[in-house]
């Protein structure tokens, strides 16, 4: 059963930290999205990758935030500083470069910043 | 720049009723449109999807949903509803980038069903 996969689930951290999320796309998929979740902006899209290249970055904050994919099984998101407003539920999907197809979703980083 | 409303936050069915979940999207070009059901805890997860033929589309758990291009339009449907439908759901429209469907949502429908 193919499945993204992210890592960790849940992530607890003092602000200031550095936190880094994984993410294993579906096998075979060519695109990665980072999308972050929050109640008072929904769902926004931070960054996405075509064959591992960031095709647009534009929703994420420059100064702190920094997405990469090292190799066609892991995409990174990682904040540094963290800072308490960064507080959400990160997810990681993937899918296939062709018009139609829908993005697959892990389930989710779930980020504290205290 | 394309955009999708939801325009009920909340909606509240009893078990068994049927129900509707309104979706409007304003885009340029005929769209990628997408329903997606959120469950607490959970990622999201496909209903059903809608890029070209037939206007009615079927979807997973008993789901329709119907493109109605005059209305800008894509509104999520179940005849029956389940207690385990309860969950919250998201349209979404795709744009098709270089790489691939860039996803926009709407803001969610959350769905409470009362037994």
């Known amino acids: 059963d193919a499945r993204v996969t992210q890592t960790p689930r849940h992530k607890v951290t003092e602000m200031g930290q550095e936190v880094t999320m994984r993410c294993q796309p579906i096998l075979g998929h060519n695109t990665v999205f980072w999308y972050r979740q929050t109640m008072m902006q929904g769902l926004e899209l931070l960054a996405y990758?075509?064959?591992?290249?960031?095709?647009?970055d534009s929703g994420m904050p420059k100064d702190r935030f920094s997405a990469e994919m090292p190799d066609a099984t892991l995409a990174t998101l990682k904040i540094q500083p963290s800072e308490p407003r960064d507080s959400a539920v990160y997810f990681c999907?993937?899918?296939?470069?062709?018009?139609?197809?829908?993005?697959?979703f892990g389930q989710g980083t779930r980020l504290t910043v205290v | 720049a394309q955009s999708v409303t939801q325009p009920d936050i909340h909606i509240t069915v009893s078990e068994g009723a049927s129900l509707e979940l309104r979706c409007n999207y304003s885009y340029g070009a005929t769209p990628y449109l997408f329903w997606y059901v959120q469950s607490p805890g959970q990622g999201l997860q496909l209903l059903l999807k809608y890029f070209s033929g037939d206007t009615l589309v079927q979807g997973i758990k008993g789901f329709e949903a119907e493109f109605k291009r005059s209305q800008s339009s894509f509104n999520l449907r179940k005849p029956s509803v389940h207690w385990s439908d309860a969950a919250e759901y998201f349209c979404?429209?795709?744009?098709?980038?270089?790489?691939?469907?860039?996803?926009?949502f709407g803001t969610g429908t959350q769905l409470k069903v009362e037994l």
């Open positions: 990758f075509r064959n591992r290249a960031p095709l647009d």
């Open positions: 979404a429209v795709g744009l098709l980038t270089g790489g691939g469907n860039k996803l926009t």
């Open positions: 999907a993937s899918g296939l470069v062709a018009g139609g197809t829908e993005a697959f």
